[in-house]
């Protein structure tokens, strides 16, 4: 069943980042930080962000979170845990661009004392004593900039880096359509607090020569359909380097096939065990949201992503197909014949 879907902005959001940041100052026990599954580099940046702001604060703060290699060098020696098994006592939890419960990584939800959800993804699902949903921003690393900027802690060069990286990759450099003039601004304002962006944006882009590899495997698979607005590729299992999954960094190839000429919805069909992840990108209004939602997944306008599970590749790709004709027909923009 589709979770519903609420993009509405919150007038309220900017007292609750207010009250979260009364009960963080005023925390004297321990504070967990944590994202979702698969993190991306605004799951990342926002807990790195968070996680020094409180530790400057003199907070007993854990992040627990596995980035994927080429976000790696965001971290300190130690700075990040790859899981909690349970919450501490009386812990404090953050969990930070989550659209809902089964997706958090890194422990698990319940056992927190108090729990604050910050996210910018319209499937939220308000949980959480304090629920920070603001679906209007371009990341949720612009609702942890307000939040550390309530919390009132100095900002330097480490905070602001992580803070920005996750304005940058959200954003796709600036390049997608959720760029807005607030996360300009925003990303101004970090590079005043002594950012080196040259270098930041550089770094963002190293891969491992396997990723260039199998891009290769996975470029040969590209296929239109719908009169060319849809374009489609396959990750296989065989394809995986020996490096395994968590270090293959695939999830971007889909923003690469979405600059196809005359594509309105890219995806990326991944195999996964017995399930198949689909990650699509839209432009020009038609929502990708709407086609993952569909397909039991979430996410925003332009980005969004699902599960599709207990099927193969050819089951996944003919739902996907199905979704997208359907969203196409909504937005009255599925070519004549298609």
Request: with cysteine; hydrophobic share 40%; net charge negative.
């Amino acid at each position: 069943m589709s979770r519903p879907v609420d993009n509405s902005p919150d007038p309220a959001y900017r007292d609750k980042l207010a009250q979260a940041a009364r009960v963080a100052r005023g925390w004297e026990g321990p504070i967990v930080v944590l994202s979702h599954v698969d993190p991306d580099g605004d799951a990342i940046g926002s807990c790195l962000a968070l996680g020094r702001a409180l530790r400057d604060l003199g907070k007993d703060v854990t992040v627990a979170a596995s980035p994927p290699r080429y976000l790696r060098f965001l971290a300190r020696e130690g700075e990040l845990v790859p899981e909690v098994p349970s919450l501490p006592e009386g812990a404090l939890l953050f969990v930070l661009d989550v659209a809902d419960r089964p997706r958090v990584a890194g422990g698990p939800v319940e056992g927190a004392a108090f729990t604050v959800n910050i996210d910018h993804h319209g499937t939220n699902e308000r949980f959480g004593d304090i629920a920070v949903v603001q679906p209007s921003k371009a990341a949720t690393a612009l609702l942890v900039k307000e939040l550390i900027d309530e919390l009132g802690v100095p900002w330097t060069p480490e905070i602001a880096t992580a803070c920005l990286t996750g304005i940058l990759t959200d954003t796709g450099n600036f390049r997608f359509a959720n760029t807005s003039r607030e996360a300009l601004e925003a990303a101004g304002e970090l590079l005043d607090h002594g950012v080196d962006y040259t270098w930041l944006t550089d770094r963002l882009q190293w891969r491992h020569p396997d990723y260039f590899r199998t891009l290769g495997r996975v470029m040969e698979t590209v296929s239109f359909a719908l009169g060319g607005t849809l374009v489609t590729a396959r990750y296989t299992a065989d394809m995986r380097p020996a490096t395994g999954e968590e270090q293959d960094d695939s999830d971007d190839f889909v923003g690469i096939i979405r600059y196809a000429e005359g594509v309105l919805v890219a995806a990326l069909l991944k195999e996964r065990g017995p399930d198949v992840k689909v990650s699509v990108r839209t432009r020009d209004g038609v929502s990708a949201q709407a086609i993952c939602v569909e397909l039991g997944g979430g996410g925003h306008v332009p980005a969004a992503g699902a599960t599709v599970r207990g099927v193969d590749l050819d089951e996944a790709e003919r739902r996907l197909v199905a979704a997208v004709r359907r969203e196409l027909e909504r937005r009255g923009k599925l070519p004549v014949g298609a």
